[in-house]
């Protein structure tokens, strides 16, 4: 069993910064990569970001590339997204997601095995 808590999570002012940090516990040893998705009301969860464990790599997505960055943190089983420039359509709900690297691509939701319950971000204009 893993367990993911999201932290961080708050209300800015459009152009301000955020800093949200998922923490995982548990069975960390079938953790291959730790990856950021978010949803806003009304609409589908998408991918924002991932960091890939064996390979020490990471990957954002295009509509967050340039201001939102993703990184380990803590000397532990955790990661953390730094995001700079925030606009009212980053808000969302931002969720932390783990699981054992899979021949399914880092974007799509089905690759990975936990979830967080999510942290809050809200970008007023």
């Known amino acids: 069993q893993v367990q993911l808590v999201e932290s961080g999570g708050g209300l800015v002012q459009a152009g301000d910064s955020l800093r949200v940090t998922c923490v995982a516990s548990?069975?960390?040893?079938?953790?291959?990569?730790m990856a950021w998705f978010r949803r806003a009301p009304g609409k589908e969860r998408e991918f924002v970001a991932v960091?890939?464990?064996?390979?020490?790599?990471?990957y954002v997505a295009d509509s967050v590339r340039g201001r939102f960055t993703v990184s380990r943190t803590g000397g532990k089983v955790a990661i953390a997204l730094q995001m700079n420039n925030l606009k009212p359509e980053d808000t969302g709900v931002y969720y932390c997601?783990?699981?054992?690297?899979?021949?399914?691509?880092?974007?799509?939701?089905?690759?990975?095995?936990?979830w967080g319950q999510g942290t809050q971000v809200t970008v007023s204009s």
């Open positions: 997601a783990a699981g054992p690297n899979r021949e399914l691509h880092y974007s799509r939701e089905i690759a990975y095995t936990y």
């Open positions: 548990g069975h960390i040893f079938s953790i291959g990569r």
């Open positions: 960091y890939i464990w064996s390979n020490q790599s990471d």
